[in-house]
Nanobody, 119 residues
Framework: QVQLVESGGGLVQPGGSLRLSCAASGFTFSSFAMSWYRQAPGKERELVAAITSAGGRTNYRDSVKGRFTISRDNAKNTAYLQMNSLKPEDTAVYYC????????????WGQGTQVTVSS
Protein backbone atom coordinates (compact mmCIF):
# COMPACT_ATOMS: atom_id res chain seq x y z
CA GLN A 1 0.00 0.00 0.00
CA VAL A 2 0.99 3.64 -0.32
CA GLN A 3 3.35 4.85 2.38
CA LEU A 4 4.59 8.39 2.80
CA VAL A 5 7.16 9.03 5.52
CA GLU A 6 8.18 12.61 6.25
CA SER A 7 11.25 13.57 8.25
CA GLY A 8 13.63 16.43 8.90
CA GLY A 9 11.49 18.80 10.91
CA GLY A 10 12.52 20.45 14.14
CA LEU A 11 12.82 23.67 16.10
CA VAL A 12 14.65 26.47 14.32
CA GLN A 13 15.11 30.17 14.94
CA PRO A 14 13.65 32.74 12.55
CA GLY A 15 15.91 33.06 9.53
CA GLY A 16 17.12 29.49 9.87
CA SER A 17 16.90 26.58 7.46
CA LEU A 18 15.61 23.02 7.40
CA ARG A 19 15.51 20.31 4.77
CA LEU A 20 12.53 17.97 4.81
CA SER A 21 12.51 14.54 3.22
CA CYS A 22 9.61 12.41 2.01
CA ALA A 23 10.25 8.71 1.46
CA ALA A 24 7.53 7.20 -0.71
CA SER A 25 6.60 3.60 -1.47
CA GLY A 26 3.68 1.59 -2.78
CA PHE A 27 3.37 3.40 -6.11
CA THR A 28 5.53 4.19 -9.11
CA PHE A 29 7.20 7.29 -7.70
CA SER A 30 8.77 8.45 -10.95
CA SER A 31 5.37 8.55 -12.67
CA PHE A 32 3.76 11.02 -10.28
CA ALA A 33 4.16 14.66 -9.41
CA MET A 34 4.91 15.18 -5.73
CA SER A 35 3.84 17.94 -3.42
CA TRP A 36 4.32 19.28 0.08
CA TYR A 37 1.48 20.47 2.28
CA ARG A 38 1.38 21.99 5.73
CA GLN A 39 -1.19 22.36 8.46
CA ALA A 40 -0.89 24.87 11.26
CA PRO A 41 -2.92 24.56 14.47
CA GLY A 42 -6.52 25.52 13.88
CA LYS A 43 -6.04 25.91 10.14
CA GLU A 44 -6.75 23.77 7.12
CA ARG A 45 -4.03 21.86 5.32
CA GLU A 46 -2.58 23.94 2.49
CA LEU A 47 -0.47 23.19 -0.54
CA VAL A 48 3.04 24.59 -0.20
CA ALA A 49 4.99 23.34 -3.20
CA ALA A 50 4.75 20.84 -6.03
CA ILE A 51 7.06 19.30 -8.60
CA THR A 52 6.29 17.35 -11.74
CA SER A 53 7.28 13.72 -12.16
CA ALA A 54 10.58 14.44 -13.93
CA GLY A 55 11.24 17.60 -11.95
CA GLY A 56 10.91 19.93 -14.89
CA ARG A 57 8.27 22.20 -13.40
CA THR A 58 7.63 23.44 -9.90
CA ASN A 59 4.99 25.56 -8.24
CA TYR A 60 4.93 27.36 -4.89
CA ARG A 61 2.41 29.20 -2.84
CA ASP A 62 3.16 32.91 -2.83
CA SER A 63 4.19 33.09 0.82
CA VAL A 64 7.14 30.70 0.32
CA LYS A 65 8.36 31.74 -3.12
CA GLY A 66 12.06 32.55 -3.08
CA ARG A 67 12.54 30.82 0.29
CA PHE A 68 11.52 27.19 -0.29
CA THR A 69 12.76 24.79 -2.97
CA ILE A 70 11.14 21.47 -3.81
CA SER A 71 13.19 18.73 -5.45
CA ARG A 72 13.14 15.00 -5.93
CA ASP A 73 15.39 12.00 -6.48
CA ASN A 74 13.51 9.39 -8.48
CA ALA A 75 16.26 6.82 -7.94
CA LYS A 76 15.64 7.06 -4.19
CA ASN A 77 11.85 7.50 -4.32
CA THR A 78 12.30 10.61 -2.21
CA ALA A 79 11.09 14.18 -2.42
CA TYR A 80 12.67 17.09 -0.56
CA LEU A 81 11.73 20.54 0.63
CA GLN A 82 14.57 22.92 1.34
CA MET A 83 13.29 25.72 3.54
CA ASN A 84 15.39 28.84 4.03
CA SER A 85 14.74 32.16 5.75
CA LEU A 86 12.13 30.51 7.90
CA LYS A 87 9.50 32.66 9.58
CA PRO A 88 7.28 31.99 12.62
CA GLU A 89 4.29 31.74 10.27
CA ASP A 90 5.92 28.71 8.64
CA THR A 91 5.31 26.77 11.85
CA ALA A 92 3.16 23.75 10.99
CA VAL A 93 3.14 20.03 10.48
CA TYR A 94 4.44 19.32 6.99
CA TYR A 95 3.16 16.45 4.86
CA CYS A 96 3.94 15.11 1.41
CA UNK A 97 1.71 13.42 -1.12
CA UNK A 98 1.67 12.52 -4.79
CA UNK A 99 -0.02 14.90 -7.21
CA UNK A 100 0.57 18.46 -8.41
CA UNK A 101 -2.61 20.42 -7.58
CA UNK A 102 -4.35 18.04 -5.19
CA UNK A 103 -3.33 14.99 -3.15
CA UNK A 104 -3.35 11.85 -5.25
CA UNK A 105 -3.50 9.66 -2.16
CA UNK A 106 -5.70 11.66 0.17
CA UNK A 107 -6.44 8.55 2.21
CA UNK A 108 -2.79 7.79 2.83
CA TRP A 109 -1.27 10.79 4.57
CA GLY A 110 1.84 10.10 6.59
CA GLN A 111 2.44 11.23 10.15
CA GLY A 112 3.98 14.48 8.98
CA THR A 113 6.99 16.26 10.42
CA GLN A 114 6.69 19.19 12.82
CA VAL A 115 8.43 22.43 11.92
CA THR A 116 8.54 25.06 14.64
CA VAL A 117 10.07 28.46 13.97
CA SER A 118 10.61 30.36 17.16
CA SER A 119 13.24 32.35 19.00
Amino acid sequence: QVQLVESGGGLVQPGGSLRLSCAASGFTFSSFAMSWYRQAPGKERELVAAITSAGGRTNYRDSVKGRFTISRDNAKNTAYLQMNSLKPEDTAVYYCNAGFNWPQYAGSWGQGTQVTVSS
